[in-house]
């Protein structure tokens, strides 16, 4: 059917009469009866949010909010998300932030410091990054060796080094705030501050619930290391050689399979070089 015919309908009482109205503007609106059946309110499409805000949520919407925020709970485990929608929110997430960096600075703002659910007084953040450090880890380790067993039960399997005096106590005691502070303090890294412990016994200290071997937070034992480097390396081959530059004298190192390869010991000797003997 033309438009003109569809005016022409119109115009002879052909066009369909409303039978609902908005809830909002009370402008008159056709639905068809199935639809009718479905939804709570009628609105047109100018106040359709209104609408539905004033409406509320239905039972079965308040149920499925109460079962996500229950914690451990996935009401959509087994719905498959494609890798191209998630990395289009991503990239959608990350062009807001760039947009609105000042709206992204205060909802940080929100829930910093004081203002977090898990606060605890601070310098966390310092703290883990301490812990993480190359020294961190040596400091851990000679402990162990020196100890090899836990001063609690005597076990000799999964050991941890523990700190007599807490970490978070030595760092605001010294006024640590850099991670180069930290690295020459020397009261952080004395061993007379650590004692052994097995995992069980350091979560039982600490008052944390403890996870069996193989039970979700390791796999296997934990083996107490030993030194790799230099000598103690399985693939120790001598090290570096020692060369004299035949162009300044000077000594400089390389690896053993560069040994009559490497001539020079540096790009300026070698260019001298091939000027005297053009």
């Known amino acids: 059917m033309s438009p003109q015919n569809k005016k022409e309908n119109s115009s002879n009482g052909c066009a369909r009469t409303p039978n609902a109205e908005c809830v909002i503007c009370k402008k008159p609106l056709y639905r068809r009866p199935s639809e009718l059946a479905k939804v709570r309110v009628v609105a047109c499409m100018e106040h359709r949010a209104i609408a539905q805000k004033n409406a509320g949520i239905t039972d079965a919407q308040q149920r ?7 914690k451990g709970t996935n009401h959509r485990d087994g719905y498959k998300h494609k890798v191209s929608s998630k990395q289009k929110a991503s990239a959608s997430h990350k062009a807001w932030c760039a947009e609105h960096p000042e709206a992204v600075a205060a909802r940080g703002l929100k829930t910093r410091a004081e203002l977090h ?7 966390a953040r310092l703290n883990s990054s301490i812990r993480r450090m190359t020294e961190n880890r040596r400091w851990m380790d000679a402990v ?24 978070a106590e030595i760092v605001t ?20 501050n650590g004692v052994t412990l097995c995992e069980r016994c350091h979560c039982k200290y600490h008052g944390r619930a403890y996870t069996p071997t193989g039970g979700g937070r390791r796999k296997q034992s934990r083996k107490v290391r030993q030194p790799i ?15 004299t530059c035949p162009k300044c004298g000077g000594v400089f190192y390389v690896k053993q399979a560069k040994v009559g390869i490497a001539k ?14 053009i």
């Open 229 to 243: 480097a230099g000598a103690a390396n399985p693939n120790y081959r001598g090290g570096k050689v020692a060369l």
């Open 264 to 277: 020079f010991c540096s790009r300026k000797c070698v260019n001298e070089n091939q000027r005297k003997s």
């Open 117 to 123: 659910h898990n606060w605890k007084g601070g310098s």
């Open 144 to 167: 162990v060796r020196r100890d090899a067993q836990c001063a609690t039960c005597g076990a000799t399997v999964d050991l941890e080094a523990h700190h007599i005096k807490p970490l």
């Open 64 to 70: 499925g909010l109460s079962l996500g925020r229950q």
């Open 173 to 192: 005691a010294n006024g640590i705030t850099t991670r180069e502070q930290a690295r020459k303090c020397a009261a952080l890294w004395d061993l007379t």
